[in-house]
Structures are given as C-alpha cells and as structure tokens.
C-alpha cells in the first residue's frame, strides 16, 4: 500500500508562487513514476508534471512548461511542485499521485497512476 499526504496549498494572486510538497509512504519510492494532477470541478484529472523515482527527465504539461519545475528528495521520499507565474485558470485542486513499480516511462495520463492523495486546494486570484 502506498499513502500519499500533499501539502503546501493556499490563495495566492496572480503572478505568484507556491510550493506543493508530497510525502509518500512506500518502500519502493525509486521504482515508481511519481506525478502531480489537477482537476477543477467537472472537468476531468490532467497531468502537470510527473517524474520518476530512480530519476531521469521529468515531464511537463504544456502549458506549465518554464513556470513549473518537479523536484523529489528520494532520501525523505518526497516530491514537491514549484508553481511560479501563477494564472487564475490554474485554480484547481492538485493531486500528488504514485504509480505501480515501473521501470520509468511516466506520462501524463492519470490513468496509469494507481495511488492518489488527498489533494490540496490551489486558489489563484486576479
């Protein structure tokens, strides 16, 4: 079983920034793809950014491309989402999620991430 707790949420304005921090309870951490999502109410989970445990390339969305970075401490199995030029369509709740053990590969699709947090509320105002 695999426990995730984010943290690290909050309001903010336009412009700025906020560090989304993860913590995940598992003692396989480097053998999985770890990720963060989004979904704002009635619309379906997106991917933000994912990367893998043993390391390697992370993935963005496009649209967080050079505003977004993922970063992880393996030692302290965590994962944690800087978020600067925040824009107010980016209000959503945002999800830390873990995969299976895999060999890497981690894309954005939600669908091939079997372990979910809690989310934390990411509030973006003009």
């Known amino acids: 079983q695999v426990h995730l707790v984010e943290s690290g949420g909050g309001s903010v304005q336009t412009g700025g920034s906020l560090r989304l921090s993860c913590v995940v309870s598992?003692?396989?951490?480097?053998?999985?793809?770890m990720g963060w999502f989004r979904q704002a109410p009635e619309k379906e989970r997106e991917g933000v950014a994912t990367?893998?445990?043993?390391?390697?390339?992370?993935y963005y969305s496009e649209s967080v491309k050079g505003r977004f970075t993922i970063s992880q401490d393996t030692t302290a199995k965590a994962v944690h989402l800087q978020m600067n030029s925040l824009k107010t369509e980016e209000t959503r709740m945002y999800y830390c999620?873990?995969?299976?053990?895999?060999?890497?590969?981690?894309?954005?699709?939600?669908?091939?991430?079997?372990?979910w947090g809690q989310g934390t509320q990411v509030t973006v105002s003009s």
């Open positions: 990367i893998y445990g043993g390391g390697g390339t992370p």
């Open positions: 598992t003692i396989a951490y480097t053998r999985r793809c």
């Open positions: 999620a873990s995969s299976s053990k895999s060999n890497g590969g981690c894309n954005l699709g939600p669908q091939g991430f079997r372990y």
